[in-house]
């Protein structure tokens, strides 16, 4: 099932949560909506749900418009943060409970239900907690159980809002894997909001990055985190170091200092900013041309990485460098000691950005 949302715009008071966004989704695709608080995700996706109306613009299933179709009508499986499970009843119960309130045309019958439950938590690899109630379940268990009770419908578009949120980060990190298998098994269109650079990166087929109610870029996760379109989607793609710099005749110069100045009236140098991800620093005890002095600050070791927090004369902000191990070892670099610092790639944009 495709979804293409045209031109679609919702506004809360004076508030423009949507602002006239474009986006096609395609038939079997995981596609994560990724973005900070009040970037609009969320909003966007209660509107493919039928959960909210927009104020103008279109949405549609397979080339049909089905903006004004009753949430009940679009044939939409939802998965909630919270887990939203009834307390009183059995996992069970839970997952046929979407199955059971269907009009007596549409309903399955008893031994339908009951076969279609069974399926869908052996899905889940939850089969033995059928008996069982929310309480007596851990949280990511019910949440699994509550991506059952999605599916039991059998959606045509699967939805959800910040699914492993509420989690504690092992068991995101467990359940992620698990939502991409499964998602490699069902194939149903699936729309997650999450806020997770890194879940996003890990789970999605697309990634459609939201910022202030509009998108500022989408595309594979490799196409995001590789080719970020604009500073925005550099910065709130992971932790990034940014760098004064200086482009003249096509070279960047980052950290310019005064000694950069234009070699004639001709050479005309633009300002700009570089952008350098913690592991595309080399650290050194030499300097080299192109090499910036810092002053080592802080370091932490988390695991197989190190990383370091130093400090340069000609900028207040930390500059955060990634090293395995082994190189930090090699380097015998310790706190209060200097350190030259040499990008290994930059990406630049123009203009006055720090």
Do not use: C
């Not at 089969?127 to 959606?155: F, N």
């Amino acid at each position: 099932m495709s979804i293409q949302i045209e031109q679609v715009q919702k506004n809360f008071a004076d508030f423009v949560a949507v602002d006239k966004v474009n986006l096609s989704i395609q038939s079997g695709e995981l596609t994560a909506l990724l973005g900070p608080s009040g970037s609009g995700k969320t909003t966007l996706l209660r509107l493919i749900a039928g959960l909210e109306q927009a104020d103008a613009g279109r949405i549609l299933f397979h080339g049909e418009d089905i903006s004004h179709q009753h949430v009940s009508e679009r044939g939409v499986g939802f998965v909630f943060q919270h887990y939203a499970l009834f307390k009183n009843m059995t996992v069970f119960d839970n997952v046929a409970f979407g199955l059971t309130v269907k009009p007596r045309k549409q309903r399955p019958s008893p031994a339908e239900i009951k076969k279609r439950v069974h399926r869908l938590l052996e899905l889940v690899q939850l089969d033995w907690t059928a008996d069982r109630y929310p309480s007596q379940l851990s949280g990511g268990q019910r949440q699994r159980i509550a991506l059952a009770r999605a599916l039991a419908v059998e959606p045509k578009v699967l939805l959800l809002d910040e699914p492993f949120g509420a989690l504690d980060a092992k068991v995101r990190a467990e359940l992620r894997r698990w939502l991409r298998r499964l998602h490699d098994e069902i194939h149903v269109t699936s729309v997650f909001v999450t806020h997770d650079q890194e879940e996003a990166l890990e789970v999605a087929d697309r990634i459609v990055v939201m910022n202030k109610g509009r998108i500022e870029q989408q595309g594979t996760p490799e196409e995001v985190y590789d080719n970020p379109a604009n500073p925005f989607v550099y910065e709130f793609l992971g932790t990034v170091n940014l760098f004064h710099a200086r482009v003249r005749q096509g070279d960047t110069l980052i950290n310019p200092t005064a000694a950069d100045s234009p070699a004639s009236a001709d050479d005309v140098t633009l300002p700009g900013f570089a952008y350098v991800r913690p592991h595309e620093i080399d650290v050194s005890h030499q300097a080299a041309n192109d090499s910036i002095a810092a002053k080592l600050e802080l370091v932490t070791v988390v695991g197989p990485t190190v990383r370091l927090e130093l400090q340069t004369a000609q900028s207040d902000r930390v500059v955060h460098v990634e090293l395995n191990k082994e190189q930090f070892k090699k380097l015998g670099l310790a706190v209060g000691q200097q350190a030259y610092l040499t990008p290994r790639y930059s990406r630049v944009f123009l203009g006055e950005g720090i």
